[in-house]
């Protein structure tokens, strides 16, 4: 007999399938009120272009604000802020300037 | 008096750019109106106190996210809950192995949860909870302002004690005998006003979450997930099928026509080349033990947060002259494992904050001293001491991850294959092989007793 089709019954194995929504669908989802100016910013650019080789807010952040800026200063998109300040912690010069957005401005749950 | 500040013609809870003139015009500030903010509002309040609580969002739990289940037994003294915004009560707890393909599982489903107070444990949304609770609080006389940040702290002229909170309303600073520091675990206030120093990375876990509806299938939660009623579950899974090579788990909480689905492990995990939380929520959902729960479903909404897990050790100082620190913002999380709780602590911190503040303006005094009975009570209580009993654990569970998050899921679900294995050798050469596969990945009978005594404060 042969090894590649072995003599079992004909059944289907299990191939679960899962569609994932994009994250910007995904932020689609939760509401996001402008405030005009980012709540987010870094203390001092040259520590991000010149002391930083990890990126680490850009990997730990959920929800895409924080990406790789061509002079290595990230590029912040703060209106995608979830306001977890996982970036806070996460950077390992402690260059995260994070503000709480005024006047009830930023992301609105309506489950959380 | 709250009525006071009404009749004066201000209505408290609109963002009008209008700063109504609440200076002096309260005993306490409450900064969140989350679960240990709302506690402490409900405590001063009913303790006669004059209580404005601020409120950053649009409504009380517009910031706010959990992962799923609220602890009720300190709740359902301080407020009647009957009318409460719950989902379902846990009627079963899973818990689950899973390598990248395997699942091994153990599941408990008392038939005593099914009765009241069932457990106290029941599945809520906090857009809709908080909101509630915070309800519970003005119903009880506080004030509750919403869409107004707190961005510092006053101080007296020797700057030692606190006597307000600076807000960005024109005009935003705002003097009170007592200030409630409820901001949560991204706690911008207590830290800029050096009450709690910075924490590490180690010591902070990235939450990421969806809920999820099924479209056009109204039954399947229940058939999925087994349940009738207002039954619910709570499913937590642990290994690298969960969140990769991080050290944490991955969640499934059944609400009432909804699911909340989510993960989170240790943020310095989360660093470097790790795939991004959402891209390991992806994976999670993925997994071939997972998938069939979720397949079909609509999300909802996607939100994240951080969890403060440094445990015991990370509890900063509660106490200050004018101010207390309760809930996520005082670090009161346990995370041990198999239990991960939060809103019982925050919940209890507040009101143990609440009572301490209502003790000391009643002898007229604002000072540390005056408040310790919140630091003391809440040593004394299940709060600390649940944290105490396992703050070896995050440390051992560390040095152990490999074994813990990778070997293990896969030797007990190879063991488990091969104990089942249907072939034509006896049982006895199956048992064998499934010892043997355990074992390996102990490091033999030696290793599994060194394990178990190096874990046996779990069950102790």
């Given amino acids: 007999m042969s090894t590649t089709t072995p003599n079992v019954p004909n059944v289907t194995p299990e191939e679960p399938s899962v569609t994932n929504d994009s994250l910007a669908d995904r932020l689609y989802t939760v509401r996001y009120d402008d405030a005009g100016d980012s709540h987010l910013g870094v203390k001092l650019p040259g520590i991000c272009a010149e002391k930083c080789h990890s990126y680490d807010c850009t990997s730990v952040c959920p929800a895409d604000v924080w990406r790789e800026g061509e002079d290595g200063v990230p590029h912040i998109a703060y209106e995608n802020c979830l306001e977890c300040g996982s970036c806070r912690w996460a950077c390992p010069h402690g260059n995260v300037e994070w503000n709480y957005p005024t006047r009830g401005a930023g992301v609105s749950y309506k489950k959380g | ?460």
């Fill in chain 2, 1 to 460: 008096m709250s009525d006071d500040v009404r009749v004066n013609g201000e209505e408290p809870t609109t963002g009008e750019a209008e700063s109504p003139d609440y200076d002096n015009a309260f005993d306490a500030i409450v900064v969140g109106a989350g679960l240990a903010g709302s506690a402490a509002a409900v405590t001063m309040a009913n303790e006669g106190l004059d209580v404005l609580v601020i409120e950053r969002g649009r409504y009380p739990g517009a910031k706010n996210v959990f992962g799923g289940v609220l602890y009720t037994p300190t709740l359902r003294e301080l407020v009647d809950v009957t009318a409460a915004p719950v989902e379902r009560y846990v009627a079963e707890k899973r818990f689950s192995m899973l390598s990248e393909t395997d699942e091994t599982a153990v599941s408990l489903r008392p038939g005593e949860w099914h009765d009241p107070p069932h457990n106290d444990s029941y599945t809520v949304l906090r857009g809709e909870f908080d909101r509630w609770f915070a309800e519970q609080a003005v119903e009880a006389g506080a004030v509750l302002v919403t869409e107004t940040t707190v961005t510092g702290l006053l101080r007296d002229d020797s700057g030692k004690r606190i006597r307000g909170v600076e807000t960005d309303r024109p005009d935003g600073a705002i003097t009170a005998d007592y200030v409630v520091l409820a901001e949560g675990g991204n706690s911008l206030v207590s830290e800029g006003a050096d009450l709690k120093s910075v924490e590490r990375a180690e010591n902070i876990a990235v939450g990421v979450k969806e809920v999820l509806e099924f479209p056009e299938n109204d039954t399947a939660i229940p058939d999925r997930f087994r349940l009738s009623d207002d039954a619910g579950a709570s499913y937590h899974y642990f290994g690298e099928g969960a969140v990769g090579s991080a050290v944490g788990g991955g969640f499934i909480y059944t609400n009432e026509d909804t699911i909340s689905v989510g993960l989170a492990y240790r943020l310095a995990d989360a660093r470097g080349r790790q795939p991004k939380p959402e891209q390991t929520l992806n994976a999670f959902k993925s997994h071939p033990a997972v998938a069939p729960l979720v397949r079909g479903a609509r999300t909802v909404e996607y939100g994240a947060k951080t969890i403060p897990e440094g445990g015991h050790e990370s509890v900063p100082q509660l106490v200050h002259d004018g101010a207390v620190v309760v809930g996520d913002a005082a670090g009161l999380v346990l995370n041990n494992g198999v239990h991960l709780e939060g809103t019982n602590m925050a919940i209890e911190s507040g009101h143990l904050a609440g009572e301490a503040i209502a003790a000391a303006a009643q002898r007229g005094r604002t000072d540390e001293a005056a408040l310790r009975s919140y630091p003391e009570r809440l040593e004394a209580s299940f709060v600390v001491k649940n944290l105490e009993r396992y703050g070896w654990l995050m440390e051992r569970v560390e040095a152990d991850r490999d074994l813990i998050f990778e070997e293990l899921p896969h030797a007990l679900a190879d063991a488990g294959a091969e104990y089942f294995r249907m072939d034509r050798e006896p049982k006895e050469h199956h048992a064998e092989a499934a010892r043997d596969r355990v074992l390996e990945a102990v490091g033999g009978w030696r290793g599994a007793a060194k394990l178990a005594y190096r874990y046996r404060e779990v069950i102790r």
